[in-house]
C-alpha cells in the first residue's frame, strides 16, 4: 500500500473518530470533562470503533470485492448481516443505559393516573437502537458517494489520457506516413506507372486520396466502422506493394464478414505500418505476412516479418508498439489479447479484440 493510501486512512480515521466523540463531548458536565468518567469513555470508544470499523469494511472491503465485482448476492447479504449484528448488539442503546447507570438515581413524580386503571399500556420500549442504525446507513452512503466519486474521477482520468494518446498516436501517424518521403515514393511509383500507361494508375491515385481522407476527416472520431478501417488498411498495402521487389514476397489475407462492426481508428494500421517500415530490405529476401480474421464479436489481427540486424536498432518515429498498446489498454480494457514477439529472427503480432 502506498504512503498516500496510508495517509488517506489515517485522516479518515481521526475524521471519524472526532465526529462520533461529539456526543460525549456534549453529554458531559462542562466542569468536569472527561475526568474520572473513565467509565463512559471506554464503552463510548468501543462505541466509535465499531462504527468506524464498519464504515472500514464497507470502504474497503465489501464494496470494492463484492459490489465492483458484480457479486450484487454476497454484498446485500453482508449488508443485511452487519444491520441484524447492530440491532442484536445495540451498541448506542447500551452506551447511554451505560452512562445512565453512571448518574445517581433521582426520585421520580407518581405519574398522573394509572396506566392500568385508564387502560392504557405504558410506554413501549424501542426495539432498534435508532442511532446505531442511523449511523449505520449513514456511513454505508457516505462510502458509496465516496468510492463512487473515486471510480468517476479514475474514469474521467482514463478518458483523458486516452483521448490524449489517441491524438498523439494520430499525429505520430500523419508525421510518419503521410510525410513528404511516403508521398514521393508513392508520387513516383505513380508517375512511372502513368509514363508506362499501366492500368493501375487511376486506381492508385484514387488509394492515395482515401488514405488521405481517411485519416484527416474519419480518424478523429472515438470508433469508426471497421469497414473503413479495413478500406484504408487495404488501400495502404496496395500502394506498399508498388514499391516491393522479388526479393520481397506479401501474402496479405482478409477473412470473414463486415458488417456493422465498430473499432478505434489506427489500431490495427499501427502495426500494418511496422511490417512495411521494418520488413522490407533491398538486399535480402524476405516475407511479410499479414492476415485478419473477422467475426460478428472480435477480429484477430496477425502479422509477420523478417528482423533485420540494420533496421533492429533504428530509433522508430512512426506510431510505436508502447503507444499502441497503452491505446488498447485504454480503449479496451479486458476486451484483448496482445501477444508480441521477436524470437527466432521475426517479429510476429497477434491481436484479438472483442468488439
Not at 535480402?284 to 528482423?307: A, P, Q, W
Request: aromatic content about 10%; proline content about 5%.
Amino acid at each position: 500500500m502506498s504512503k498516500k493510501a496510508v495517509f488517506q486512512i489515517l485522516i479518515e480515521f481521526i475524521a471519524a473518530l472526532f465526529i462520533l466523540s461529539l456526543p460525549l463531548l456534549m453529554l458531559s458536565r462542562q466542569d468536569s470533562l472527561l475526568v474520572g468518567q473513565a467509565d463512559l469513555l471506554v464503552p463510548h470508544l468501543l462505541f466509535c470503533f465499531c462504527i468506524i470499523g464498519i464504515y472500514f469494511l464497507h470502504a474497503y472491503l465489501l464494496f470494492p470485492k463484492l459490489y465492483l465485482q458484480k457479486k450484487y448476492l454476497l454484498y446485500f447479504s453482508s449488508l443485511i448481516v452487519i444491520l441484524i449484528f447492530l440491532m442484536v448488539t445495540r451498541p448506542f442503546d447500551t452506551f447511554m443505559l451505560r452512562k445512565n447507570r453512571l448518574q445517581p438515581p433521582r426520585e421520580m413524580p407518581p405519574p398522573p393516573w394509572n396506566f392500568q386503571k385508564k387502560g392504557i399500556p405504558p410506554p413501549m420500549k424501542p426495539r432498534a437502537d435508532i442511532i446505531s442504525v442511523f449511523l449505520y446507513l449513514l456511513i454505508i452512503v457516505i462510502s458509496v458517494i465516496k468510492e463512487t466519486n473515486k471510480k468517476l474521477q479514475e474514469t474521467t482520468k482514463r478518458a483523458l489520457q486516452a483521448e490524449a494518446e489517441k491524438a498523439q498516436a494520430e499525429l505520430s501517424f500523419l508525421k510518419a506516413q503521410v510525410n513528404p518521403h511516403f508521398l514521393y515514393n508513392t508520387l513516383n511509383n505513380i508517375y512511372t506507372l502513368a509514363i508506362i500507361k499501366d492500368d493501375h494508375t487511376g486506381p492508385s491515385i484514387m488509394k492515395l486520396s482515401n488514405i488521405m481522407r481517411y485519416i484527416t476527416d474519419e480518424a478523429n472520431h472515438d470508433f469508426v466502422s471497421l469497414q473503413n478501417e479495413i478500406d484504408c488498411i487495404t488501400d495502404f498495402i496496395s500502394l506498399q506493394k508498388l514499391r516491393l521487389t522479388k526479393k520481397t514476397t506479401l501474402e496479405y489475407r482478409l477473412e470473414g464478414l463486415i458488417g456493422n462492426q465498430q473499432i478505434a481508428p489506427l489500431i490495427l494500421m499501427a502495426f500494418v505500418e511496422n511490417v512495411f517500415k521494418y520488413g522490407i530490405s533491398n538486399h535480402k529476401c524476405g516475407d511479410l505476412v499479414i492476415h485478419i480474421n473477422i467475426t460478428d464479436t472480435s477480429i484477430n489481427f496477425y502479422c509477420k516479418n523478417v528482423l533485420y540486424p540494420d533496421k533492429k536498432n533504428t530509433e522508430r518515429t512512426g506510431i510505436g508498439l508502447e503507444n499502441t498498446k497503452k491505446r488498447l489498454q485504454y480503449i479496451y480494457p479486458d476486451k484483448h489479447v496482445l501477444n508480441v514477439s521477436d524470437h527466432d529472427g521475426f517479429f510476429t503480432v497477434n491481436l484479438t479484440i472483442h468488439l
